[in-house]
């Protein structure tokens, strides 16, 4: 669980649990964290923390997802941020990656910014970033910033940074 102390990390032991399973026919509107692994192939119109998701081709995410290893198969639209992040062939992806590792296979489509960070998962200060000569522009990825700043769910946060743009699709 998330003690506030640091935010952007589940603190928790979910070693031996089984992952979280949401299936084509489930869509949720609202925040998911977790300590644990998620299998997505449904709909999630929110923000997904955990320590693990894989997405499945059917899978979508409309929000910031945030998880120490991500595999997306299906649709993000919103900020990703993750030490491990593969995108595979059929991923469809509009937003900024924050990422410690990347692999992306050809024949996957990305509309966004990827930056890479050494701890991509811990919030990191705005203010610092901004001094930094960086992106100060607000976008929407630092709107869901104020939003989860204000919401009583996960606390997760966005920045806008350096990074090079980049789009690409098949």
């Known amino acids: 669980m998330n003690d506030g102390s640091n935010p952007g990390k589940l603190r928790g032991d979910a070693s031996g649990s089984a992952p979280s399973i949401i299936s084509a026919d ?4 609202g ?3 977790t300590v ?10 929110g923000d ?7 997405m499945g081709e059917h899978g979508g995410i409309t929000g910031v997802v945030a998880a120490d290893s991500l595999i997306i198969r299906g649709k993000v639209d919103g900020t990703m941020r993750a030490r491990s992040i593969r995108l595979e062939k059929s991923a469809k992806v ?5 990422h410690e590792t990347l692999s992306v296979e050809a024949g996957a489509r990305i509309e966004g910014s990827f930056m890479h ?7 990191k200060d705005a203010k610092k970033d901004d001094n930094k000569g ?3 522009t607000k976008t929407d990825a630092n ?18 940074g350096k990074g090079g743009k980049f789009a690409a699709g098949a």
């Open 31 to 33: 925040n998911i964290s």
């Open 36 to 45: 644990g692994e998620i299998q997505l192939d449904g709909v999630v119109e």
């Open 48 to 54: 997904v923390i955990c320590n693990s998701l894989t």
């Open 143 to 160: 709107k869901t910033e104020e939003k989860s700043a204000n919401d009583d769910g996960a606390d997760v946060s966005i920045l806008g």
């Open 117 to 123: 960070d050494s701890d991509p998962v811990i919030a």
């Open 94 to 98: 509009k937003g900024d990656v924050w």
């Open 134 to 136: 960086g992106d100060t």
């Open 26 to 29: 489930v869509k949720i509107v």
